[in-house]
């Protein structure tokens, strides 16, 4: 199974992070920005990964968990153009973009395929009581559908919460393949 990521910030880090704990060795990681210092209370880097890219630093870091991982990466931004050739082979889709256009246009895309999505909405804050999963077709979204990070801050617990509810889903549908 190749999981493609997109966007590899609090939520595709993290989510990454577990599948490689948890035995998933194929990836497809897309994600044109640079890792900054406010990323590393939630994120899955290290302060000497400041100003590096974000793709390149988290290739690195899963390697060190699993050299034998494949991992595929890309620092192309996801348009409508380019997204069925940058997902190629992805059998999952997780997304963990930043902005609600690119978000939509995932999901979108996505949404009538036949690969399952795994998606994030409304992971700032601190609340984790309010985390729900809503199932949609093949995509399921993980939040609380209400706290935007243009509104509230973000924190590590609730950004981790919610991908390794991401994380349990992916796993449970691989483990019925």
């Known amino acids: 199974m190749k999981i493609g990521i997109a966007g590899a910030g609090g939520i595709g880090s993290n989510v990454a992070m577990n599948l490689v704990r948890s035995g998933i060795t194929a990836f497809k990681i897309i994600d044109f920005d640079r890792v900054e210092s406010s990323n590393l209370n939630r994120q899955f880097y290290f302060a000497d990964q400041v100003g590096k890219l974000k793709v390149d630093m988290l290739r690195y870091n899963l390697e060190r968990i699993d050299p034998d991982i494949e991992i595929e990466i890309s620092t192309e931004r996801i348009t409508p153009a380019n997204i069925d050739q940058l997902f190629i082979n992805c059998d999952t889709i997780v997304e963990g973009l930043d902005k609600q256009a690119d978000k939509k246009m995932v999901l979108e895309h996505f949404g009538q395929s036949k690969q399952l999505v795994v998606a994030a909405s409304g992971i700032a804050g601190s609340d984790i009581a309010t985390i729900q999963v809503k199932k949609i077709g093949n995509t399921h ?31 449970s549908s691989w483990k019925r393949q």
């Not at 993980?142 to 981790?160: E, M, N, P, Q, R």
């Open 141 to 171: 979204v993980i939040g609380d559908f209400t706290t935007d990070c243009c509104h509230v801050a973000l924190y590590a617990h609730k950004v981790i919460t919610v991908a390794a509810s991401m994380t349990a889903i992916l796993l």
